[in-house]
């Protein structure tokens, strides 16, 4: 588990530097090793800290599995990048063997998880990864370090579930750009799809409301973790953008303008849901 104290770090990296301008480099290859070490493990004082555990004492002499989960923030990056979260693992070449286990909020899925594990100088020894074709909530990895020095980063990519928002917002987008379409062809030519002699019939407007309401719903009210609003917002964005054009279509029903401002209304109407579209065909699963 690492720490952020910053009075730690400074020192740490102070001694780093000294370490490195006295230019220590013994010709016994056991010295330099030694050498080594100790600048990997001042790093990780100063890094990180100590967990202790009280264990009843019958436990002694049998190998006990202690578990501990944490909350992280949600990661700062926008746009895509909001989907791939990463930390470092700074003790992992401590352990004799490493066990990551990854639970996502209700209203995610995990597309992959992936442990890198890194030697001393930084280049990469091995990869450990937990795909499947399925979208699920929890991965998990089991793997041991293949050096005392060794270090590892956390990799994991997180989607929204197929079953719920992501689902709805693209639908409704493709359904509601269709409606305006169609709409907006008939407005234009008048005859070409519904005869100009059948009047618009008065229930019109509160099935067209009807509709707004319904995908509004789908807006989460309840209290949700952050990474869950970060990763679903666009998608929230495309519903309320769809039923901001229903409304403005219901208000252009139900209120006779005379023209041009009857054909200039169809201009928010347009926008707006070409927006929609697009931005619903650009949020697409990565996976």
């Known amino acids: 588990m690492r720490a952020v104290p910053d009075e730690a770090l400074k020192v740490a990296e102070e001694f780093l530097q000294w370490l490195e301008s006295v230019q220590l480099r013994p010709e016994d290859p056991a010295k330099r090793n030694q050498i080594d070490l100790f600048r990997h493990f001042a790093l990780q004082f100063a890094t990180n800290f100590l967990l202790l555990v009280e264990v009843d004492a019958g436990l002694l002499g049998t190998r006990t599995v202690i578990k501990y989960s944490r909350d992280d923030d949600p990661p700062e990056a926008q746009g895509p990048n909001t989907r791939h979260i990463a930390w470092e693992v700074p003790d992992f070449g401590m352990a004799g063997s490493y066990h990551l286990e990854v639970e996502v909020p209700h209203g995610l899925c995990l597309s992959s998880l992936k442990l890198v594990q890194y030697d001393s100088d930084g280049t990469v020894i091995s990869e450990h990864l937990d795909a499947s074709v399925r979208p699920r909530s929890l991965g998990h990895l089991a793997c041991a370090p293949d050096s005392r020095l060794a270090t590892a980063e956390a990799e994991l990519i997180v989607e929204p579930a197929p079953q719920g928002i992501y689902t709805v917002s693209r639908i409704s987008s493709f359904v ?37 309401a319904l995908l509004l719903s789908w807006l989460s009210r309840a209290p949700e973790h952050e990474i869950v609003a970060l990763i679903l917002r666009p998608y929230r964005r495309v519903l309320i ?7 403005i279509m219901a208000i252009a029903a139900a209120v006779p303008f005379v023209f041009p401002w009857s054909q200039v209304l169809w201009t928010p109407i347009v926008a707006v849901q070409t927006w929609a579209f697009l931005e619903a065909l650009a949020k697409r699963k990565v996976s």
Do not use: C, E, Q, Y
Not at 181 to 209: F, K
Not at 241 to 247: N, R
């Open 176 to 212: 509601v750009s269709g409606v305006v379409l169609i709409a907006w062809v008939v407005s234009l030519v008048p005859g070409l799809i519904v005869s100009a002699d059948v009047g618009l019939p008065t229930s019109a407007v509160s099935v067209i409301l009807t509709a707004p």
């Open 241 to 247: 953008a769809s039923a901001t054009t229903l409304v």
